[in-house]
């Protein structure tokens, strides 16, 4: 069982950075895959980012590829979501997610976060 908690949303103007934290509970965090989605209202949840269990493989779309950055730290049970160049369309709901296997889909993750809050103005 792994619980997930996530920090470090809140209002960011445009071109602005923030940097998302998941803390993992669980000795055995480091087995997982980790992948962060977002759902911003009246859409489906979107993939983010994912990063293998052990850090060295890292998957983006292209709608965030070289602007997030996902890293995490074993030690610390934490995965990072670093957000530069921010835009209004990034404004959603950011959730961590841990899973078997590093997947842009949301189906192969088992446990979820409860998400914290982006907002981009303008």
């Known amino acids: 069982q792994v619980q997930l908690v996530e920090s470090g949303g809140g209002l960011v103007q445009a071109g602005g950075s923030l940097r998302l934290s998941c803390a993992a509970s669980?000795?055995?965090?480091?087995?997982?895959?980790m992948g962060w989605f977002r759902q911003a209202p009246g859409k489906e949840r979107e993939f983010v980012a994912a990063?293998?269990?052990?850090?060295?493989?890292?998957y983006y779309p292209d709608s965030v590829k070289g602007r997030f950055t996902i890293s995490r730290d074993n030690a610390k049970n934490t995965v990072y979501l670093q957000m530069n160049s921010l835009k209004p369309e990034d404004t959603a709901v950011y959730y961590c997610?841990?899973?078997?296997?590093?997947?842009?889909?949301?189906?192969?993750?088992?446990?979820w976060g409860q998400g914290t809050q982006v907002t981009v103005s303008s």
């Open positions: 997610a841990a899973g078997t296997a590093g997947s842009r889909e949301s189906r192969r993750y088992d446990y």
């Open positions: 669980g000795r055995t965090f480091g087995r997982y895959a």
């Open positions: 990063i293998s269990w052990s850090g060295p493989s890292t």
